[in-house]
């Protein structure tokens, strides 16, 4: 029973590098979502996706990108790195789009950029 | 537009005594509601939903929620604190308004338990 699946569990960046958060999904999701964790704020949506080829902006999709190109993933990608971008990540999935399921979780990626 | 208020940052209780998170939504349609704990440096784990079934919801490890529409709440309880359940508890809401099925997070509660 895998679930959710995040890679990596940490990573520490320099500002302006790139990187590719990864995660997979093997229990055939339509609906899969990337969130931040900053405290006293709660999740925040970053991006997400009701499907393979569809993707959407969240709360606060700037300076991240993703793309869906098949059922399984959805990789999260910052451009260029910046502080403010210092937090934990979470993806995310739910058996439907259009139907009030609940969201099975990553254990988190954290991230640092100095 | 769905929003969560949760009206406790954090919440100290003894061993033993009774728990209770407070939530209140807002949803502009039918809302599924959720709660969500999360043990420090873990993920999120599901401890009960309502999607209009019954109003009273039990959940795991002894923790149920009350969907009281007329007070756009759905408060978290449990008779009897552990140890085990210090954690950061979230209430989330999600509806079907435009953008399919979003969840939309509170802020968290952070439960300390007193031994």
């Known amino acids: 029973n895998a679930g959710v699946t995040q890679t990596p569990k940490f990573q520490v960046l320099k500002t302006g590098q790139s990187m590719t958060l990864q995660c997979a999904q093997d229990m055939n999701h339509e609906y899969m979502s990337w969130y931040r964790q900053d405290p006293g704020m709660g999740l925040r949506l970053i991006h997400y996706?009701?499907?393979?080829?569809?993707?959407d902006q969240g709360e606060v999709p700037n300076g991240y990108n993703v793309s869906r190109s098949t059922t399984e993933d959805f990789p999260l990608r910052l451009l260029s790195a910046a502080p403010s971008q210092t937090s934990v990540y979470f993806c995310?999935?739910?058996?439907?789009?259009?139907?009030?399921?609940?969201?099975?979780f990553g254990q988190g990626t954290r991230l640092t950029v100095v | 537009a769905q929003s969560v208020t949760q009206l406790d940052s954090h919440v100290s209780v003894s061993e033993g005594t009774p728990v209770l998170l407070r939530c209140n939504y807002s949803?502009?349609?039918?809302?599924?509601l959720f709660w969500y704990v999360q043990h420090p440096n873990k993920g999120l784990q599901l401890l009960l939903k309502?999607?209009?079934?019954?109003?009273l919801v039990k959940g795991i490890n002894g923790f149920e929620a009350e969907f009281k529409k007329s007070e756009t709440s759905f408060h978290l309880t449990k008779p009897s604190a552990h140890m085990s359940d210090a954690a950061e508890y979230f209430c989330v809401v999600s509806d079907l308004e435009n953008t399919g099925n979003q969840f939309y997070f509170g802020t968290g509660t952070s439960l300390t338990v007193i031994p």
């Open positions: 996706s009701v499907g393979a080829g569809i993707t």
């Open positions: 309502y999607t209009s079934a019954a109003t």
């Open positions: 995310a999935s739910s058996y439907s789009a259009i139907l009030n399921t609940e969201a099975f």
């Open positions: 949803s502009s349609y039918s809302p599924s």
